[in-house]
C-alpha cells in the first residue's frame, strides 16, 4: 500500500529525479506519520510543505481559533477562517492541497492526560507551540514514548531549531530540550509573540526549516540538526549553531508532571489571589473625581503610541531600571493590554521592592476600551 | 582581555546592543566571567535560565576563557 500510484508519480516528479532522492524515498514518505503541535506561525508553513511532499499521515493538534492578529504570518489561514478552530481550518485548506495525504485534526489542547496516548501513533512530533509548559510536556511526552521531536520557536526577528530525541542504530537517544534548557523561565522573564511581536516571515523560515528536517529524518537524506541548536537571525541573516550537552536529563524524565507548575505559573495564580485589583469603573471614578493616584502603562512603546488612556507611560522591560519613578506612598494603577503582563511586573516589585500600594488593572487597556470608551483603538 | 559577547533574544534587549565587550583579567574562567556580566547587567543573572556557549558549545564554569572565543548568550524562546 506505499507503492506510489501513477497521479503521485506525476505528483512527486521533482523529488523522483531529485540526485538521492528518488522513488525509494518518496515512498518512506508515504508510509511516514508526522503530529503538528500547534498550528501557528511555525505550523502553518511546515504543515504546507509536509503535505505537499507526500507525508502519509499528518496530525495537527490546536484548540485555539483562527484570529486576525494570527492572518499577519499564519499563511495557511484567510479572513475568512477567522473564528473557526485552527486545526479544522488547516485540515480544510490542507486536503485540497494533497488528497494523497490522511489528515487527522484535534481541535483539542495536548495535555499531560492525553499527550502519551496521541504520540504513540505518530513517528516524529514537530513542536510550533506558544508557550513554555507546553513545549516541556511536548518534550517529556516525546522521551517517554521515543519519538523524535523537531523544535521550532520564534520571538521578534529570532527563531531557534533543534532536532531532538533521536533514537540511533545502538537503542540511546540524542540530546532532548531539557539538556539545552534543563530548568523553565519564570513567567515574567521572557516574553510572547502577543507581548514582543514576531516578523512576519520569520515562522515561515524557521517552520519551512522545521519540515526540512522531518523530511531528512524520514528520509535518511543529509545531516539533520541532531545535538545542535541553531539560531537564525532575520535581520542580519546571520546563523549560530552550537553543540547541545548531554546532560542526562532523560533520567529525570519518569512521567508526565503539572507544567504549569513547573513552568511557575501555579505560584502566579496563587500569588495574583493576593494581588490588589481595580476594575475600569472605579479607575474610571478616580480620574473623574481627580483623586491623587498615579496610573502607569507599562506596554510596548508602539502599543502606547497607538491608544493610551493617560497613563505614565514606564514598558515593563524598563520597570526594574526606573524604580524611583514609581510613588510609593499614595495609590499605584498600573495597566498594560489586558492585564497580564502589569500583574507580572506588580508581583515583582512586591517581592524585590516590596510595594504594597500597587493595583492591576482588571482587563486592562482592552477592558476600558469594551466598557469606558469604545473610541479608543487597541486592535 | 576584551571578550566579545553575542546576545540573543531577550538578552540582547537586557543588554542593549547585540555585542557587548566584558573585560577580564587573563586567566579567567567562564564562573568569573558570568560574574562580570552579572555585575554588568544585573536583569540577566535573574534568568533561571541561560544558556552560554564558547566557540559554539555549552560553557563549562570551570572553562578558562580565551581573548579570541566567542561567547553567546542564548535565553529560551517559546513563541510558535
Given at each position: ?40 506561525g511555525l505550523g502553518c508553513p511546515a504543515l504546507l ?331 | ?65 580565551k581573548p579570541e572565543d566567542e561567547i553567546a548568550l ?7
Amino acid at each position: 500500500m506505499n507503492k506510489l500510484t501513477p497521479e503521485e508519480l506525476t505528483r512527486y516528479s521533482r523529488h523522483l529525479v531529485l540526485k538521492d532522492f528518488g522513488k525509494e524515498n518518496q515512498e518512506k514518505l508515504k508510509k511516514s506519520r508526522v503530529l503538528m503541535v500547534g498550528a501557528g506561525g511555525l505550523g502553518c508553513p511546515a504543515l504546507l510543505y509536509l503535505v505537499a511532499a507526500g507525508i502519509g499521515k499528518i496530525g495537527i493538534i490546536d484548540f485555539d481559533d483562527v484570529q486576525e492578529s494570527n492572518l499577519q504570518r499564519q499563511v495557511l489561514f484567510n479572513t475568512h477562517d477567522v473564528g473557526e478552530n485552527k486545526a479544522l481550518a488547516a485540515k480544510k485548506h490542507l486536503a485540497k492541497l494533497n488528497p494523497f495525504v490522511t489528515i487527522f485534526p484535534y481541535a483539542e489542547k495536548l495535555t499531560s492526560k492525553n499527550a502519551l496516548k496521541l504520540f504513540a501513533d505518530y513517528e516524529i512530533v514537530l513542536d510550533g507551540s506558544d508557550n513554555f509548559p507546553t513545549r516541556y510536556l511536548v518534550n517529556d511526552a516525546c522521551v517517554l514514548t521515543g519519538k523524535a521531536l523537531i523544535y521550532g520557536s520564534i520571538l521578534q526577528y529570532e527563531g531557534q531549531l533543534s532536532v531532538l530525541n533521536v533514537r540511533s542504530t545502538d537503542g540511546s537517544h540524542s540530546q532532548n530540550y531539557r539538556d539545552l534548557f534543563p530548568e523553565s523561565p519564570q513567567p515574567h522573564e521572557v516574553p510572547n509573540c502577543e507581548q514582543a511581536g514576531v516578523l512576519g516571515v520569520l515562522p515561515g523560515t524557521v517552520g519551512s526549516l522545521m519540515a526540512n528536517e522531518a523530511i531528512k529524518l524520514i528520509t535518511g537524506i543529509g545531516d539533520p540538526l541532531i545535538n545542535k541548536l541553531l539560531i537564525f537571525d532575520s535581520l542580519t541573516l546571520q546563523t549560530l549553531t552550537v553543540s547541545i550537552p548531554n546532560r542526562n536529563s532523560r533520567a529525570n524524565i519518569k512521567e508526565l508532571i503539572d507544567y504549569d507548575d513547573f513552568c511557575g505559573l501555579n505560584d502566579q495564580k496563587d500569588k495574583s489571589l493576593s494581588m490588589k485589583e481595580i476594575t475600569v469603573q472605579e479607575l474610571k471614578s478616580l480620574l473623574d473625581t481627580n483623586a491623587d493616584f498615579q496610573l502607569i502603562d507599562v506596554r510596548e512603546v508602539h502599543e502606547f503610541e497607538q491608544a493610551n488612556i493617560g497613563g505614565e507611560h514606564i514598558p515593563m522591560a524598563e520597570v526594574p531600571h526606573q524604580i524611583e519613578r514609581i510613588e510609593t506612598t499614595k495609590q499605584v494603577v498600573m495597566h498594560c493590554r489586558s492585564g497580564g503582563r502589569s500583574g507580572n511586573i506588580i508581583q515583582w516589585l512586591e517581592k524585590n521592592h516590596g510595594f504594597n500600594n500597587l493595583y492591576n488593572l482588571k482587563g486592562g487597556i482592552l477592558a476600558w476600551a469594551k466598557e469606558i470608551d469604545s473610541s479608543l483603538d487597541v486592535s | 582581555m576584551k571578550c566579545m559577547v553575542k546576545a540573543f533574544g531577550i538578552t540582547r534587549e537586557i543588554a542593549g546592543a547585540k555585542e557587548v565587550v566584558v573585560e577580564l583579567p587573563e586567566g579567567s574562567t567562564v564562573s568569573d566571567f558570568k560574574t562580570e556580566l552579572f555585575s554588568q547587567f544585573p536583569r540577566l543573572s535573574a534568568l533561571t535560565s541561560l544558556f552560554i556557549a564558547v566557540n559554539q558549545a555549552y560553557a563549562e564554569d570551570h572553562q578558562v576563557l580565551k581573548p579570541e572565543d566567542e561567547i553567546a548568550l542564548i535565553p529560551p524562546v517559546a513563541g510558535g
